[in-house]
């Protein structure tokens, strides 16, 4: 066994007003009871630090960079750095990145991972960007993600960390049976995701009213099809007028939901990952050396 206490910070709703140490008091409240509980690695959202500003058409690049870190940590997120170091907690968090590579003023949504000493063990940038570069006409919530973000650039990395093998991506990325398969074929154990995700993303009730299931759905599929645990937290509540679903969970590598948040505001889950668990699945019906058949999947990489 190779035992991990991990833990979901779920975040409720974050409002424009709020400002970033405001919000960092809060993130520093969620590892103090995490450290409470024995938790080792703690999960916070996608764009933790913010409302999620992507609702919006902005169209001012001064008051959407705003909503960007142009450093990690800065001045206003070294206490959450700092806590976590006291604490000995390692944590994923994402956020806004404006990024300056070869002069270029670059935005992604990003993530990175931090151990519990506090240093930088890797970052990601969102690959799957959701929604649209225009805002869609009568729609009185957006979902702009392409018009403020580039996709990301880094891939699907994994990292040797806690004892076992790390992946992480973002939100939308959770949809997307590659997103896994690409980190499981890397041998990930344990996926970390943030998450925001409104519950009127198509304005078709029909659709809609799954929100939550498709979540659940996804997250549940990505684990067992690549033997691999998922620790997934949203920012959830109403924000800004924006419903966004809560249903923080920890999946095990066999599908089942170790742990699930049952509000929408700051809440902490956790549960004992145990790393070795997927190492059956792996020696068995997900044995990806024996049993697949990569010469009859080409069309996945063409299109
Ligand atoms: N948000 C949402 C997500 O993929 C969405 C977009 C909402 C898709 C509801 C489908 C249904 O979870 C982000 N930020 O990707």
Redesign the pocket.
């Known amino acids: 066994h190779r035992n991990v206490i991990v833990g979901c910070a779920q975040m409720g709703p974050i409002a424009k007003a709020d400002t970033r140490a405001r919000v960092v008091k809060r993130q520093v409240e969620l590892l103090r009871e995490a450290k409470g509980r024995g938790v080792e690695f703690v999960v916070f959202p996608?764009l933790a630090f913010t409302t999620?500003f992507?609702r919006w058409l902005i169209e001012d690049q001064t008051e959407i960079d705003f909503y960007f870190e142009t450093e990690m940590p800065g001045p206003e997120t070294q206490p959450l750095f700092e806590a976590a170091a006291e604490l000995g907690i390692g944590f994923y968090i994402g956020y806004a990145e404006l990024a300056v590579e070869d002069g270029l003023r670059r935005h992604f949504n990003t993530s990175i991972i931090v151990d519990r000493t506090g240093a930088i063990v890797g970052k990601y940038r969102k690959i799957h960007l959701?929604?649209h570069a225009e805002p869609v006409p009568g729609r009185d919530a957006q979902?702009l993600?392409k018009r403020y973000f580039e996709p990301g650039n880094l891939g699907f990395p994994v990292w040797r960390t806690l004892g076992g093998i790390a992946g992480m991506c973002?939100?939308?990325d959770?949809?997307w049976p590659e997103t896994y398969r690409v980190m499981a074929l890397q041998g990930a154990e344990i996926v970390f995701v943030g998450?925001?995700?409104?519950?009127d993303?198509?304005g078709v009730f029909d659709f809609d009213q799954l929100?939550g299931f498709?979540?659940q759905l996804s997250l549940q599929a990505g684990a067992y099809q690549n033997a691999t645990w998922v620790a997934a937290a949203a920012k959830a509540g109403n924000e800004e007028g924006s419903n966004m679903i809560g249903l923080s969970m920890i999946v095990a590598p066999s599908g089942q939901i170790a742990t699930m948040a049952t509000t929408t505001g700051d809440e902490l889950i956790s549960a004992r990952c145990d790393l070795e668990m997927g190492a059956l699945y792996k020696r068995t019906i997900f044995d990806f050396a024996r049993h697949r058949e990569p010469a009859h999947y080409g069309l996945i990489v063409e299109r």
């Open positions: 996608e999620f992507p959701p929604g979902h993600e973002i939100c939308n959770r949809r998450y925001n995700t409104p519950d993303h198509t929100t498709h979540h």
